[in-house]
């Protein structure tokens, strides 16, 4: 097992650059399998998670090849329609593939990824889209088998603004015949790059970026070029660690529109924001004040940035409370945080929190990937070396990690060490 070893205690100051985001680019990637030939995708991180997909693509039957931040995949006339549960277990995004896969061929067969380490995730929005739009859709043995002989345009109603849902249905209805209105439909920047990449296929779709997706079916798309849009989530972490090491931080690459609340409630705690040409700057020379957070789907604070809130409530100045709306499950690393001093209760799906002025470090694990990122950051104001164990959950989201955090003056190492040293 690999741990970053993390001495607390210095101020971030200088740039950090922000690639492609993880849960737009896994997305473009399947996408991709809705065209015979040569698709390119740029600014691709590298990460876990991308070599996953690739996988998954591979083993469809596609050609991937990586070249520093451009992929190129090539589809056949004909792929496999099956994802095998070795690769859904690993990543639950490859049930993305669903979507294009019976759009394409009327038939895919995709593993369950069953529950993780951060609630439920049901796919019922999945389904009953996948439904609405004429598939058959039945599970057997552990797999989620959808067929339809030809998918029809349909009025699909969300309960809730399901992102990756939102994404199978409309890489359903794209090629299914006649016209597809999606309601309650997820508004993320990442659903509006899979909406531009699917329109310079030769989609018809209006109303990205809303609550609303009108799609009209085509007969077929045809391959593209796309640039993934920046990652927020990791253009977000940067920010948040600014402000928790009282730092001066420029994020370039990033987008700070897609962080508007976010880049608000730093303000609120005292953070100077500014936006730039190419990303945006926060610096702040006070310990923060606390002040309440809620996640809530786009354009809400994102739920990914959660754990690095509430690290950043931990030593903020004062009490605020953290509200959940997005994943039940999503605590549980609290228990990680209050094994570094932090002082939090937990009470449903709202934590309590009251600021101290440093946390105290001890060897905690990541449970998963933004989970990692907040134990970080949390050892970044611990005294003394934090250990966080298991990162290579980080690795799945986060490019060049370690690297990124020592080019702004951090204190991190990697190391590895026998699987068990945390529980010795
Ligand atoms: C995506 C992101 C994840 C982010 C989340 C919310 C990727 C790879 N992951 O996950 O990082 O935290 O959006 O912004 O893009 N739900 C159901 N039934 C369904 C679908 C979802 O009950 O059929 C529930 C989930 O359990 C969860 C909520 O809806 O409580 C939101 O999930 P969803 O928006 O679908 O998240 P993901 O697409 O899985």
């Not at 996988?55 to 006339?77: K, N, Y």
């Not at 593209?224 to 420029?250: F, S």
């Not at 005292?270 to 020379?285: C, K, L, Q, T, W």
């Amino acid at each position: 097992m690999e741990i970053f070893r993390v001495t607390g205690g210095v101020r971030l100051a200088g740039e950090v650059f922000v690639g492609g985001a993880k849960n737009s680019v896994l997305k473009l990637m399947a996408a991709a399998l809705l065209a015979e030939g040569e698709t390119c995708l740029t600014n691709v991180p590298d990460i876990l998670d991308v070599t996953i997909m690739s996988e998954v693509l591979r083993r469809l039957g596609c050609t991937v090849v990586r070249d520093g931040d451009a992929m190129r995949i090539d589809v056949p006339g004909r792929t496999s329609t099956e994802t095998d549960y070795s690769l859904v277990r690993r990543m639950r995004a490859s049930v993305a593939v669903l979507g294009p896969l019976v759009a394409r061929y009327g038939h895919a067969k995709v593993a369950m990824p069953g529950g993780d380490a951060i609630g439920m995730r049901g796919l019922d929005m999945h389904i009953n889209g996948l439904v609405a739009l004429g598939a058959e859709v039945r599970s057997e043995h552990g797999y989620l088998i959808a067929s339809a002989s030809r998918l029809r345009g349909a009025h699909v109603t969300f309960d809730f603004p399901s992102v990756g849902a939102t994404e199978n249905v409309l890489m359903a209805a794209v090629l299914a015949d006649g016209d597809t209105v999606i309601d309650n439909a997820a508004r993320e920047p990442e659903i509006v790059d899979l909406v531009e990449m699917l329109q310079s296929m030769g989609a018809q779709i209006s109303g990205a970026g809303g609550s609303t997706l009108r799609v009209t079916g085509v007969r077929g798309l045809r391959p593209t070029a796309h640039h993934t849009v920046p990652d927020r989530i990791v253009a977000g972490t940067w920010a948040i660690a600014a402000v928790m090491t009282r730092g001066d931080v420029r994020v370039r690459g990033a987008r700070p529109q897609h962080l508007e609340r976010v880049l608000q409630r730093l303000g609120d705690m005292g953070a100077s924001v500014r936006h730039e040409s190419d990303g945006f700057s926060v610096s702040i020379d006070r310990r923060p004040t606390a002040r309440n957070i809620v996640t809530l789907p786009y354009p809400g604070f994102p739920t990914d940035l959660q754990p690095m809130a509430i690290a950043l409530g931990a030593v903020a100045d004062g009490a605020s409370t953290l509200t959940e709306n997005v994943f039940e499950g999503r605590f549980m690393f609290v228990n990680e945080l209050i094994r570094l001093g932090a002082n939090i209760q937990v009470d449903g799906h709202h934590c309590a929190i009251a600021g101290i002025e440093r946390l105290s470090s001890a060897p905690v694990e990541a449970t998963d990937i933004r989970a990692g990122a907040g134990l970080v950051l949390a050892g970044l104001v611990a005294d003394g070396t934090t250990e966080v164990g298991h990162v290579a959950h980080i690795d799945r989201g986060y490019p060049g990690f370690e690297a990124s955090l020592r080019g702004l003056g951090a204190s991190i190492e990697r190391v590895s060490v026998p699987d068990l040293y945390l529980s010795e």
